[in-house]
T-cell receptor
Framework: AQKVTQAQTEISVVEKEDVTLDCVYE???????LFWYKQPPSGELVFLIR??????QNEISGRYSWNFQKSTSSFNFTITASQVVDSAVYFC??????????FGTGTRLQVFP | KAGVTQTPRYLIKTRGQQVTLSCSPI?????VSWYQQTPGQGLQFLFE???????NKGNFPGRFSGRQFSNSRSEMNVSTLELGDSALYLC??????????????FGPGTRLTVL
């Protein structure tokens, strides 16, 4: 069975702090895909990144970076120099060989000015 | 390109009624998936349609159904509504029908309240 665990329910930081959101996954598939989505108060899930199981390269996009480690089944997300606009719920998700996404329970990030 | 659109955005129904939600995918996308989001169960996959055929189905009762039209627009229907059906229903579309998994882009959702 596939499972995604986001152990951090809520994180609060002050603007300009760095913050890391943890994601641990379980799957028996050899080929799988990992995603991060952001859900602002408006409700729409905004796609941030997709990574396949064969690509363990870390990725940086502006203030965002992702650390994928197959050895620990983790796909962590770091926001550098956080901003108030980063406040949202962040979801990690996993899919195998179908379009069905298995989501974690989400981490609510609050960034205070 | 316009994003995924969902109508209506808000809906209030009473127990026992039925409801139909609509989703228009991003132009050119042929796969549409539906998810239910509740505080208790989180985000759960309902079903996925591709070329008017249901390709995958989640673990929901038969009261939940869907369909896809030739223009890729999709509808989902919930019959005999229960209080527990109150949720945000999210639609997502993806482009590449030949890849086993493609990135899904989500709409703003329909918030259904069952009284």
């Amino acid at each position: 069975a596939q499972k995604v665990t986001q152990a951090q329910t809520e994180i609060s930081v002050v603007e300009k702090e760095d913050v890391t959101l943890d994601c641990v996954y379980e799957t028996r598939d050899t080929t799988y895909y990992l995603f991060w989505y952001k859900q602002p108060p408006s409700g729409e899930l905004v796609f941030l990144i997709r990574r396949n199981s064969f690509d363990e390269q870390n990725e940086i996009s502006g203030r965002y970076s992702w650390n994928f480690q197959k050895s620990t089944s983790s796909f962590n997300f770091t926001i550098t120099a956080s901003q108030v606009v980063d406040s949202a719920v962040y979801f990690c998700a996993l899919s195998g060989n179908t379009d069905k996404l298995i989501f974690g329970t989400g981490t609510r990030l609050q960034v205070f000015p | 390109k316009a994003g995924v659109t969902q109508t209506p955005r808000y809906l209030i129904k009473t127990r026992g009624q039925q409801v139909t939600l609509s989703c228009s995918p991003i132009s050119g996308h042929r796969s549409v998936s539906w998810y239910q989001q509740t505080p208790g169960q989180g985000l759960q996959f309902l079903f996925e349609y591709f070329s008017e055929t249901q390709r995958n189905k989640g673990n929901f009762p038969g009261r939940f159904s869907g369909r896809q039209f030739s223009n890729s627009r999709s509808e989902m229907n919930v019959s005999t509504l229960e209080l527990g059906d109150s949720a945000l229903y999210l639609c997502a579309s993806s482009y590449n029908p030949w890849a086993p998994t493609d990135t899904q882009y989500f709409g703003p959702g329909t918030r259904l309240t069952v009284l």
